[in-house]
């Protein structure tokens, strides 16, 4: 009886201890999966902030550059106006 019992809990612990590294494996390859299916969709993040950055910075250069061109041109009719108004 005695006897029976150790083998009863010898073949428990032996049980027991090779469980957890059969779990471990599938999750390492869970894990590797895991990461570059992340990694995939980081890229694809990065790439949509990419390029709404550069559209939203192409709009902000093309308004800027508009708005001192339209500057400009006040400015130098001003000028324009204040020497004609000089001459006379």
Known sequence: MKKQWIARALATLLVAGLAPLALQAQSAKDDAQAAGRDTKQAAKDAG???KKTAQNGAHKVKRGSKKVAN???NKTEQGANKVE????
Not at 85 to 88: F, M, R, S
């Open 48 to 50: 949509k902030a990419t």
């Open 85 to 88: 108004q000089k001459t006379k």
């Open 71 to 73: 500057k400009a041109a």
